[in-house]
């Protein structure tokens, strides 16, 4: 069996990627970071998920960016926006997140040889982030080839982002044909040390016309009101 590192953040997307590699037949390592962001209960369903889908090695690496990158998902002092505003790249990109993960994920499957890295990003019911694009995990890949020992001597790397064309709709049909308790996930960006969402910022009200779409009922663990 092939050796995949999937990054897996506790939420809905990278829990259903996280599914689709292991329905893949891939042995899955899970990668997981806590970079200094005000929901960390994510972790806490990253573990569960991980458990969930018996994850052949689950590492979670402490890399601090509040004091580099300014962003709402970092700072609690600021009031999350409760919509999205077209063509604006919202107040909770967190610069450089992603290239920093895919960086230490391309560095853990080369010492595994492990030549696939999955990630759950989305270019459909998202938030307009650069680092979720297709044109961004193109060049990544490029990079990849170019950066490492591996990809010089023609062991070359693919990124993996099967959720890049999926709806949230999509993605939840997905996840509950392959297994997955969306009750164990975690999107909120502000969600309480129990994992119960606010149901009021951008990432709880995606998801949850994600399942109105899909036709199913949302059991995400919401705050009292």
Known sequence: MKKAVVLLSGGMDSATTLAIARQEGFLCYALSMDYGQRHHSELQAATNIGNLMQVTNHQFIKLDLTTLASSALTDPSTILPTEEKP??????????????????????????????????????????????????????????????????????????????????????????????????????????DSGHACGHCDACRIRHAGFIAAGIADPTHYQEK
């Open 87 to 192: 063509g604006e790249i919202p107040i909770t990109y967190v610069p450089a997140r992603n290239t920093i993960m895919l960086s230490l994920a391309l560095a853990w499957a080369e010492v595994l040889q492990s030549y696939d890295i999955f990630i759950g990003v989305t270019a459909v019911d998202y938030s307009g982030y650069p680092d979720c694009r297709p044109d961004y995990i193109a060049a990544f890949q490029k990079m990849t080839n170019l950066a490492t020992k591996a990809g010089r001597e023609g062991k070359y790397f693919q990124i993996h982002a099967p959720l890049m064309n999926c709806s949230k709709a999509t993605i939840i049909r997905k996840g509950i044909a392959l297994g997955l308790d969306y009750s164990l996930t975690v999107s909120c960006y502000q969600a309480d």
